[in-house]
């Protein structure tokens, strides 16, 4: 059974099953260090951190994400910070947007969350549990990771949606700017 699902209009989350390349009419965000990431990169073990690409290796239509699912928060801000950068601008564009992960229950999930509550505002800002509680009532079949989950939770506040509209919107907030 595939494990392709559709979350919100034009927003795909899937396992491994789920990897195509991405097309102008869908950007893929290949949320899994291997095989996807190391595929990108062409390495075999691990990259060293000071490589460009170390994190991120993003093209047209696709981002390969260095993710893992370890049960510790071991995640940098940056990843969801790429992610952001690379898959709302697309998706304001009109483009679908495929992500996929090995399982798709943690990684690919926690983004798809990511951006309907951070950047399409479709869920909760408030506080990860309330964007979780919302974001299990459109898919069922997501589990995030222990450590992912934790993260999530503790940095919740940092992890605002970094694409230009959302910064322009945050600019035209302050005193002494022009709204657009
Ligand atoms: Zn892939
Ligand atoms: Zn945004």
New binding site residues.
């Given amino acids: 059974m595939s494990s392709l699902r559709s979350i919100h209009p034009r927003l795909w989350v899937a396992g491994q099953d789920g990897?195509c390349e991405g097309s102008p009419e869908c950007a893929?965000v290949?949320a899994?260090k291997t095989p996807?990431h190391q595929r990108a990169i062409g390495y075999a073990k691990s990259l060293p951190p000071e490589h460009p690409n170390y994190l991120a290796r993003a093209d047209a239509h696709d981002l390969w994400l260095n993710l893992i699912d370890p049960p510790v928060p071991l995640f940098q801000l940056e990843s969801f910070q790429q992610f952001f950068a690379f898959a709302a601008p697309r998706y304001d564009a009109g483009q679908a947007l495929r992500i996929?992960c090995n399982q798709g229950e943690s990684r690919s999930a926690s983004l798809a969350l990511l951006l309907l509550s951070r950047h399409l505002q479709v869920l909760s800002q408030h506080s990860y549990a309330e964007a979780l509680a919302g974001y299990v009532a459109l898919d069922p079949a997501s589990r995030p990771g222990r450590g992912l989950a934790q993260f999530l939770e503790e940095n919740w506040h940092l992890l605002a949606c970094c694409c230009a509209r959302c910064l322009g919107a945050d600019v035209s907030h302050r005193p002494g700017v022009r709204e657009r």
Avoid: A, G, K, Y
Wanted: net charge neutral.
């Fill in positions: 990897c893929v290949h899994c996807c996929h």
